[in-house]
């Protein structure tokens, strides 16, 4: 997906090949979510319900606000961008309330 998202897009047409760069924006995205695991879940199993609920609402509130700032501007660039930086802001501040409320890491 990083290396040749060009080619690995003009499977589906060539018309596809401009969006290149999104798809590179969304995999980097996605690899960090992919990176720290299952976060969520495990504040869900371990009764934290509420710090997931308050992460979930506010990266909901940033997708918002960002989608509707920059998305106008810069296009699906800035929407991949958008996209890209509140799955990764997600996953990480999931990861940290893990850390510091369920296992007590600093």
Do not use: C, K, W
């Not at 060009?6 to 060539?14: D, I, K, N, Q, S």
């Not at 290149?20 to 990176?35: C, K, N, P």
């Not at 506010?58 to 960002?66: D, F, K, Q, R, V």
């Amino acid at each position: 997906l990083l290396a040749f998202p060009r080619e690995l897009l003009a499977l589906f047409g060539t018309e596809y090949g401009d969006a290149s760069l999104v798809l590179q924006l969304l995999a980097t995205g996605y690899f960090v979510s992919a990176a720290t695991g299952s976060v969520g879940h495990a504040l869900l199993m371990t009764g934290r319900e509420a710090e997931f609920a308050r992460i979930t609402a506010l990266t909901a509130a940033i997708t918002i606000a960002g989608h509707a700032v920059v998305t106008p501007v810069f296009g699906m660039v800035g929407a991949a961008v958008v996209a890209a930086t509140v799955v990764a802001f997600q996953n990480l501040a999931m990861l940290y309330a893990v850390r510091t409320r369920v296992l007590g890491d600093a």
